[in-house]
């Protein structure tokens, strides 16, 4: 069976309007922890990560709750920063925990 032929990235994002959404989503959301990392307390900055925007709620990740009630502490600071940079309306925060893989 023969290898498909590689293709680059935008030939395959100007057949898939899905895909290139949701790549552009992703690139938004690692811009937007880009630019509020330095409002986060140094020892937060390698476990809250900003995980999407739902609607008018930013959601930040984190893989304990413990860090969850660090990152609560910090998310009203950081839902203020996201709203000079954020182009649509953001009035609230959570706080989810996940597992990271390997956990």
């Not at 057949?15 to 020892?43: Q, V």
């Not at 995980?51 to 990740?61: F, N």
Request: one cysteine or more; hydrophobic letters at 45%; a positive charge.
């Amino acid at each position: 069976m023969d290898k498909p032929k590689a293709r680059p990235v935008q030939a395959v994002l100007n057949g898939n309007r899905s895909l290139a959404a949701l790549l552009r989503a992703g690139r938004a959301f690692d811009e937007l922890e880009k630019r509020l990392r330095p409002h986060m307390s140094e020892i937060s900055r390698e476990t809250v990560r900003v995980a999407c925007v739902e609607g008018d709620t930013l959601v930040l990740s984190v893989t304990t709750p413990a860090w969850a009630s660090r990152a609560r502490m910090e998310a009203p600071r950081l839902l203020y920063e996201a709203q000079a940079i954020w182009p649509t309306p953001l009035r609230q925060f959570q706080v989810i925990v996940e597992s990271r893989a390997g956990d």
